[in-house]
């Protein structure tokens, strides 16, 4: 069963804080994470605010919204031999790593395919999936830490529960 908390909420502290990082690192990485969702989680870029007041919007009630002050994924580029080779020195292999098809600027800033893998023989398989595709790569972003400095959350209507 779910509870509400209203110290979760979205609040506009939490936006105008979002706000704030838009404007001076030019985006933000989100994880959003469901109410009894098994586990299941999406992944955005925001470009402006007005696009993650959108995104917030759209959500479901009870969903776990973590925003990234800090550049996330950072290696970004079309899918190719160099980018794979590239993303296989970013991390170590058996370091878990995400690759995301990377949102049209213009979209809703929800990223259409996301794989984590473990190895670098993974990545070079799943790769093959986007090639010639503009993707973001990278350490998976600690979206399960507590709130600091760096990185807030709120759930959408103050709901908590599993996720």
């Excluded at 696009?51 to 190719?80: H, N, T, W």
């Excluded at 213009?106 to 010639?132: F, P, T, V, W």
Aim: aromatic share 10%; net charge negative; glycine share 6%.
């Amino acid at each position: 069963m779910h509870q509400r908390n209203p110290d979760r909420d979205v609040s506009d502290k939490f936006l105008s804080t979002v706000h704030e990082w838009i404007k001076a690192t030019g985006d933000v990485f989100v994880v959003l994470r469901y109410l009894r969702g098994a586990g299941s989680r999406d992944h955005a870029f925001c470009y402006t605010p007005k696009m993650f007041y959108q995104l917030v919007e759209k959500s479901p009630d009870g969903a776990d919204i973590v925003v990234f002050r800090k550049p996330q994924l950072v290696l970004r580029g079309f899918c190719d031999g160099d980018f794979v080779e590239a993303a296989c020195k970013l991390v170590s292999d058996g370091e878990e790593s995400l690759l995301l098809l990377m949102p049209p600027k213009d979209s809703e800033g929800l990223c259409q395919s996301s794989r984590s893998q473990m190895s670098h023989d993974e990545l070079r398989i799943e790769a093959m999936d986007y090639l010639n595709q503009l993707i973001a790569f990278g350490p998976v972003p600690r979206w399960f830490d507590n709130d600091h400095d760096d990185m807030i959350s709120a759930s959408k209507s103050g709901l908590d529960g599993p996720r």
